[in-house]
């Protein structure tokens, strides 16, 4: 069956960064587009960055120019580089694909002091 494994996350100072990795098995990691998506305490999942299977990349706007997705068809992960990290990046963080989600993996808590 299909699992997701997100790593990375960690606690950072303000305007510092980190590097999530997300391992996907069970499907065929290629044919999917893949995103990132975080939870805050006491907010809904939102997704912050999205990468299609021709690896073309979006953004939401709060994380535009500070966010990075990529994927590694070969080692099936996608990858999320963030930098000048803010303390509204607090969340815990995970990747799915997008419009019909796969079960959700554990997440991986990325904490930002300010």
């Known amino acids: 069956q299909v699992q997701l494994v997100e790593s990375g996350g960690g606690l950072v100072q303000a305007g510092g960064s980190l590097r999530l990795s997300c391992a996907a098995s069970?499907?065929?990691?290629?044919?999917?587009?893949m995103g990132w998506y975080r939870q805050a305490p006491g907010k809904t999942r939102e997704l912050v960055a999205s990468?299609?299977?021709?690896?073309?990349?979006n953004y939401a706007n709060s994380v535009k120019g500070r966010f990075t997705i990529s994927r590694d068809n070969a080692k099936n992960t996608v990858y999320l580089q963030m930098n000048s990290l803010k303390p509204e990046d607090t969340a815990v963080y995970y990747c799915?694909?997008?419009?019909?989600?796969?079960?959700w993996g554990q997440g991986t808590q990325v904490t930002v002091s300010s």
């Open positions: 799915n694909r997008q419009l019909v989600f796969w079960p």
């Open positions: 069970g499907m065929i990691f290629s044919a999917y587009a």
């Open positions: 990468i299609t299977t021709s690896s073309t990349t």
